[in-house]
C-alpha cells in the first residue's frame, strides 16, 4: 500500500510521519524518523524504502510497524497502547478511519473504528527551539455500551537501536531523584506508580543513550509524563528488535469506565533529544518549560526565602518568630515563610489539618503584626497549608468524616496521622477553596507553600476508584484559587520531592525538593532533579549545621554552596548563628543575588566525577561569559589529587578570571601548600585551556565543597 508522509522540523530536529493509504489515509500513522534535521529536500519515500525492514522468517507475512497505538490487530505482539474491552467486546479496535490535521507545528490524528465504537485523537508537537515533542491520547466511547478502559499510553514512541543504555529513577523520602542505569534489556523494563502522586521513588521519566553516555557527549533521548498521580513508563525491547517507549496514567481496576459519549483524556509526555549528552537534554527541558509551562512569575527574580519549619516546627513564639524575622532580613532574605503550626490546635502532626483558621492562642492579635514586621522589613510574606488533608483529630473531619478517599467498609491505613480529602466532591473542593480565599483575601499573602504529606492509599470514593479524577480536581482547585489570587505564587511540596512533575508545574511556581536539608544528600538528589527541571523552582536551603534528618554535621559553607544554585534560602534557627556565620549567610546571599541571572537563566552543568564522590555542578551564562561552579567532594577521593576540572561551554577563545569564592577547610592537614591563584583572583585562563586542560582543584575533606566564579577578562582580538 502506498503511503503518504508529513513533516515537522524544530530548529535542529526533523519528524516524519508516514502515513498508510493516500487521500484519505487508511491506517494508523508510525513515526518514521525523528532526529536531528534532514536536509530540506529529503525525500521521505527514499528514508522509508532506506530503513524498510524486512518480515522475519517464522513471523507473520508483513514486518508489523510500530504505529501510533501499536496492537495485536494488526500483528503487534508487544505492550499495546490500548487495553479495554466491553464485556469481553471491542478489545482489538482496528482504527482504519483515519484523518490528519495539520496546525502550525502540530498534528492531530483522529481515527475511529465505528464497529468498535472507539474514536482515537493523538495530538503530536514539537516546539520550535527547546527541541521537545509532545503528545496526548485521547479515547472516546461511540458505541452503545460503556467501555472498561484500563491502559491508554499517552504516547508510544519508537526507540532507535542506537540507545544501548537505559537510565530510570529511583528513591526515597529524604532520598529523591536517585538514577540507576543498566544496559537495555531484552523485555520490558516498566515502572509503575499506585501511590495516587507523583512519588518519591518513581520520578515518571526515562533517559535512553548511546553507550557510555555523560554529561556531555554520547546521544541521548529523555522522555517524561506530565502527571501528578499514578503512572506506569515502560521501555520494551522485541526480540526482532522493535523498541518502544510508553508512558501513561496508570489505571487501577474499574476507574475509567466510558460510558456512551464519553472521552478519556490522558497527560502529556514530553520527549527531547540530545546529541550533546545529558546536559543538552536538560538545557533543552529547561528552555521547555521556562518558555512553555511554568508561570510567568517564575521569570523574576526568585526571592530567597525563610522557612520557619526547622527552626520552631510548631513552637510558634511571637518573640522568637520576630526575631527570626529581623535576622533574616539583615542577612538579605525576601521572602518569609510561615511553615506548619499556625493554624488552630496544630500542636503536633496529630492534630487539626482541615481547620484551616489560625490558632488565636498562639496569634492572639491575628497575623498581622507578624505580617506587618516582615512586610516593614521589605520582605514579603508566605504561608504552608496541606490542603487536601484531614485529620481524625479536627473539627473538619467530625463534621464531615464522609469527605475522605476511602473504600466502603475499610479502614484506611493512616499516613501521618492523617486521611485524604475526596476533592472529586465538589462540597469538600468548595470548601477548600473557601478556607484558602478567605485567607488570602484576609492577608497579604504572597505565597503558599501547598504541602502534600502521604500517599494516597484508598484511593476511591466508596465503592470505584477516582484516582486520576482527585489528581485532575487538585489542578481544578489550584486553577481556581490562582485565577482569583493570580499574584500569589504556590510552591508544590509532599514531602519533600513527593510531586514534582511538569502537570503540577503548569500551576506551581517552584518544588521542594527533599525534606532532607543535608547538603550531603542534597547533591545527588539535586544531580538527579535538575536532568529535567531548571535550578530557580527547585527549593533549596541552608539547613541546620547538625542536620535534623539525618544527624550529619556539615559546615557552612558546604551547605550554602550546595543551596547557592536553586532557589536559595535558609531553613535553620538563626538566633544561633554566631555574628561570623550570619555575615557569612548575608556574603553568600548577596553573591547569589548578584549571579541570579545566570544561575535562574543559564545553562546547568554537571559532572559526576571519581566514581561519584565528587560532583560538580553549575550555571553558565547564556552568552558564555560567566559561570558560578560548585565542586563538592563526598567522600574522600582514591587518589591524592582528582583530575583538573574542565570546564566546558565557555568561549574558546576569551581569556577568563577564575576565582574560588571560598577556601578549603584546614589545607595543612592534607597539603603543604595550596595553588594560590584560584585564591587571591591571578587566574586567568582561556575558554579552550579551561574545556581542555582544566584547572588543578586543592584536596578538600570530605562533605565540603569550593565556589568557583568564572568571568570573562578579555576576549580574543578578531
Ligand atoms: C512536610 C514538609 C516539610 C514541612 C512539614 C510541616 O514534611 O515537607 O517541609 O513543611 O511537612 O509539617
Not at 544527624?551 to 544554585?565: Q, S
Request: proline residues 6%; aromatic residues 8%; glycine residues 8%.
Amino acid at each position: 500500500m502506498t503511503s503518504s508522509y508529513r513533516r515537522l522540523d524544530s530548529s535542529c530536529s526533523t519528524v516524519l510521519l508516514e502515513v498508510p493509504g493516500q487521500e484519505p489515509p487508511s491506517g494508523l500513522p508510525r513515526i518514521l524518523y525523528w532526529g536531528a534535521s534532514l536536509a530540506e529536500n529529503e525525500q521521505p519515500e527514499n528514508l522509508a524504502r532506506a530503513l524498510n525492514r524486512p518480515a522475519l522468517q517464522g513471523g507473520l507475512d508483513d514486518a508489523v510497524p510500530l504505529t501510533l497505538s501499536p496492537s495485536l490487530a494488526n500483528g503487534f505482539p508487544g505492550q499495546p497502547a490500548l487495553i479495554g474491552h466491553r464485556k469481553g467486546r471491542d478489545a482489538l479496535p482496528g482504527f482504519h478511519e483515519v484523518d490528519l490535521i495539520e496546525t502550525g507545528n502540530s498534528w492531530k490524528i483522529e481515527a475511529k473504528d465505528a464497529k468498535a465504537g472507539l474514536s482515537l485523537d493523538i495530538v503530536i508537537s514539537l516546539t520550535g527551539d527547546s527541541n521537545v515533542l509532545t503528545m496526548t491520547t485521547r479515547l472516546s466511547n461511540i458505541g452503545a455500551t460503556d467501555y472498561d478502559l484500563q491502559w491508554c499510553a499517552a504516547a508510544t514512541l519508537p526507540v532507535p537501536a542506537s540507545y544501548q543504555e537505559i537510565l530510570s529513577f529511583n528513591g526515597r523520602w529524604c532520598g529523591e531523584f536517585q538514577t540507576a542505569r543498566r544496559k537495555v534489556p531484552m523485555g520490558t523494563l516498566m515502572r509503575e506508580n499506585r501511590r495516587g502522586r507523583t512519588s518519591h521513588d518513581s520520578f515518571p521519566a526515562m533517559i535512553l543513550g548511546t553507550e557510555g553516555f555523560d554529561e556531555v557527549c554520547g546521544a541521548v533521548l529523555g522522555a517524561h509524563l506530565a502527571w501528578s498521580g499514578n503512572h506506569r513508563v515502560l521501555h520494551e525491547r522485541l526480540p526482532d528488535g522493535t523498541r518502544q517507549l510508553q508512558m501513561g496514567e496508570l489505571l487501577l481496576p474499574g476507574e475509567v469506565i466510558l460510558a456512551p459519549g464519553e472521552t478519556y483524556s490522558s497527560p502529556e509526555v514530553c520527549f527531547s533529544f540530545s546529541e550533546e549528552g545529558l546536559g543538552g537534554l536538560s538545557h533543552n527541558f529547561h528552555s521547555f518549560l521556562r518558555s512553555e509551562v511554568l508561570p510567568e512569575q517564575t521569570r523574576s527574580p526568585r526571592p530567597v526565602t525563610l522557612n520557619t519549619w526547622e527552626a520552631v516546627y510548631f513552637d510558634h513564639a511571637p518573640e522568637k518568630l520576630a526575631r527570626l524575622a529581623d535576622l533574616a532580613a539583615q542577612v538579605g532574605v525576601e521572602r518569609f515563610v510561615l511553615d506548619d503550626g499556625w493554624f488552630k490546635d496544630r500542636n503536633s502532626e496529630r492534630t487539626a489539618l482541615g481547620d484551616w483558621v489560625l490558632d488565636e492562642q498562639k496569634y492572639p492579635q491575628g497575623l498581622d503584626p507578624l505580617i506587618a514586621q516582615v512586610e516593614g522589613l521589605g520582605m514579603e510574606f508566605g504561608l504552608w497549608v496541606e490542603p487536601e488533608m484531614v485529620s481524625p483529630d479536627s473539627d473538619l473531619f467530625r463534621a464531615h468524616p464522609d469527605w475522605i478517599l476511602h473504600l466502603e467498609a475499610l479502614q484506611e491505613p493512616t499516613g501521618r496521622y492523617q486521611h485524604v480529602l475526596n476533592l472529586t466532591k465538589p462540597e469538600a473542593a468548595n470548601y477548600l477553596f473557601d478556607s484558602l480565599d478567605t485567607l488570602l483575601k484576609r492577608y497579604p499573602i504572597r505565597y503558599l507553600k501547598w504541602d502534600m504529606n502521604r500517599d494516597l492509599s484508598h484511593q476511591a470514593d466508596g465503592r470505584s476508584f477516582v484516582t486520576g479524577q482527585q489528581t485532575k480536581a487538585l489542578y481544578a482547585l489550584i486553577d481556581r484559587l490562582r485565577a482569583r489570587h493570580p499574584l500569589v505564587e504556590i510552591e508544590s511540596c509532599a514531602s519533600g520531592g513527593g510531586r514534582a512533575d511538569f502537570g503540577i508545574l503548569r500551576r506551581t511556581h517552584r518544588i521542594w525538593a527533599s525534606d532532607s536539608n543535608d547538603a550531603h544528600d542534597r547533591q545527588s538528589i539535586q544531580q538527579g532533579f535538575s536532568l529535567f527541571f531548571p535550578p530557580e523552582i527547585m527549593g533549596a536551603h541552608i539547613g541546620p549545621m547538625h542536620c535534623h534528618t539525618t544527624g550529619r554535621r556539615l559546615d557552612l559553607d558546604f551547605r550554602a554552596i550546595t543551596a547557592f544554585f536553586g532557589h536559595f534560602g535558609l531553613e535553620a534557627d538563626l538566633t544561633q548563628l554566631t555574628a561570623d556565620e550570619l555575615d557569612k549567610v548575608a556574603n553568600y546571599i548577596a553573591l547569589h543575588k548578584d549571579c541570579r541571572p545566570i544561575l535562574h537563566g543559564g545553562k546547568v552543568l554537571r559532572q559526576v566525577l571519581e566514581g561519584g564522590r565528587v560532583l560538580v555542578f553549575g550555571a553558565i551564562s547564556n552568552d558564555r561569559t560567566e559561570a558560578m561552579v560548585s565542586y563538592a567532594v563526598l567522600e574522600q577521593t582514591r587518589d591524592g589529587l582528582t583530575a583538573p576540572l574542565r570546564l566546558t561551554g565557555l568561549r574558546s577563545g576569551a581569556t577568563y578570571r577564575v576565582r574560588a569564592i571560598n577556601r578549603p577547610r584546614d589545607p595543612g592537614r592534607r597539603m603543604k601548600n595550596m595553588p594560590d591563584a584560584l585564591f587571591n583572583g591571578e587566574l586567568l585562563m582561556s575558554g579552550s585551556a579551561l574545556a581542555s586542560a582544566g584547572l588543578q582543584i586543592p584536596v578538600l575533606d570530605p562533605d565540603t565543597a569550593l565556589l568557583l566564579q568564572v568571568s570573562i577578562a578579555a576576549t580574543k582580538k578578531q
